[in-house]
Nanobody
């Protein structure tokens, strides 16, 4: 059974940083794109970041460009999200996602595998 397990969420003040990690099990994602999607209360899911299978290319949502960085370790089957200069509007549940294809995608609809999510709360 494929599982994606997020960790690292929590409460942080505006301007601060958090690092989310996602550990995959049950399947290797070394040839698959992975990424992060978030959902704030009362809002639709929003694409945050994605990274190709090799880690060579990344894609970011407009709201997080220049502040967030996605990275991966294929040997460990993990993907991380470094979040800097956090804002109150970054408050959301963050989901680790993976897809069978190796190239990134900016739509939450195109990821087959999802974690349970981790809460990130930014206080202003």
């Amino acid at each position: 059974q494929v599982q994606l397990e997020e960790s690292g969420g929590g409460l942080v003040q505006a301007g601060g940083s958090l690092r989310l990690s996602c550990a995959a099990s049950g399947r290797s994602f070394s040839r698959s794109a992975m990424g992060w999607i978030r959902q704030a209360p009362g809002k639709e899911r929003e694409f945050v970041a994605s990274i190709t299978w090799s880690g060579e290319y990344t894609l970011y949502g407009d709201a997080v460009k220049g502040r967030f960085t996605v990275s991966r370790d294929n040997g460990a089957n993990t993907v991380d999200l470094q979040m800097n200069s956090l804002r109150a509007e970054d408050t959301a549940v963050y989901y680790c996602v993976g897809r069978d294809a190796g190239y990134y995608d900016g739509s939450s609809l195109n990821y087959e595998y999802w974690g349970q999510g981790t809460q990130v709360t930014v206080s202003s």
